[in-house]
């Protein structure tokens, strides 16, 4: 009786690997669990069970933090991806010719495996290779994968796992259909059709128009010629003080300028512009000769007074500009 409790206590280890099932057997009953919910959800005890060696198969698996209280946005964000990406790949492989299984561990149900890792952040991807057969590898660590950029698509996801994994099939990931997108867009193309071939007569003219294109090309000349861009890339100051208790509305040097100089610029090139214009264009057709000579005398004087400005502001920018014109 003394001999027969040490022999069971060394025979327990023995009947524990007898109890396990071979690795081609486990790979079978979570692949074919996978065929009807991909990815499998874990638990501390099913994620013993699925990486315990020896084992000829891969596992994919993804630390995540789904519930509310945990406030993890890019879980939940990814989440919806991996589903698509793993299911896609069941149903691509469904014979398991890969030899990989999907899976999902949240921190509720793997407290314990979480620490294991000493994961302090979700979600995380981790690729577990064989550990026996013609593709294992003598370093059986998990192959890291990081969300710190954000959710990564179901396509990202399938092109880092297909790197990883060994010689074999690689499913593409198939996204569903998207109906009320469909119809959503064929409704509004339908509205617009019928938007314009009501508006179409009311439309057309001022599209036609030769005076609103010429009036829209001016205004887009003036914008980018007077630095309007520059301000967008650069995000320079409306204004800036002049280090006297007072406001400088130009910047020194040709490298660099406020809003405000931009606004002035381009109103002096609007003024410029519709003067010559009307010089051009409206002065021509006045049918009095004292009103068309006053008229010319006026536009001159307002492209003299223009021009003078503009010179000056460039000397105001760098004191060593060389060129002026009276009165400015």
Not at 71 to 100: F, I, N
Not at 186 to 200: Q, R
Not at 293 to 318: D, E, I, P
Request: glycine fraction near 8%; proline fraction near 7%.
């Amino acid at each position: 009786m003394r001999l027969l409790r040490p022999l069971t206590v060394a025979l327990l280890p023995l009947t524990s690997l007898a109890a396990r099932k071979p690795s081609g057997d486990r790979f079978d009953d979570f692949h074919t669990q996978s065929l009807s919910s991909a990815p499998l959800k874990l638990t501390d005890a099913l994620y013993d069970d699925l990486i315990a060696p020896p084992r000829d198969y891969s596992v994919i698996l993804l630390f995540t933090a789904l519930e509310t209280r945990f406030g993890c946005q890019l879980c939940r964000d990814t989440q919806p991806e991996w589903e698509l990406m793993s299911r896609s790949w069941v149903k691509g492989d469904r014979a398991g010719d890969s030899r990989v299984i999907f899976s999902t561990i949240d921190f509720t149900d793997g407290k314990n495996t979480f620490q294991k890792f000493m994961l302090q952040t979700a979600p995380v991807m981790m690729y577990f290779p064989p550990t026996s057969g013609a593709h294992a590898k003598l370093d059986a660590q998990p192959i890291r994968l990081d969300f710190g950029n954000g959710p990564k698509s179901a396509e990202d996801i399938n092109a880092w796992i297909s790197r990883q994994l060994p010689e074999g099939p690689r499913p593409r990931v198939v996204r569903p259909v998207n109906y009320i997108r469909i119809v959503a867009v064929t409704t509004i193309v339908l509205g617009l059709i019928t938007l314009f071939a009501v508006a179409s007569p009311y439309i057309l003219p001022v599209i036609q128009n030769r005076n609103v294109w010429a009036a829209f090309s001016l205004i887009s000349i003036l914008l980018f010629t007077s630095g309007h861009m520059f301000n967008h890339i650069r995000k320079v100051p409306y204004v800036s003080g002049d280090g006297k208790g007072g406001i400088s509305y130009f910047a020194g040097g040709f490298t660099t300028q406020f809003g405000l100089e931009t606004q002035i610029v381009a109103a002096i090139y609007g003024v410029l512009s519709f003067t010559a214009i009307a010089l051009a264009v409206k002065v021509p057709r006045i049918a009095d000769p004292k009103q068309q000579q006053v008229a010319v005398w006026v536009g001159g004087a307002v492209m003299l007074a223009m021009y003078s400005f503009l010179l000056g502001t460039f000397r105001t920018k760098n004191s060593g500009y060389p060129f002026f014109l009276p009165p400015f």
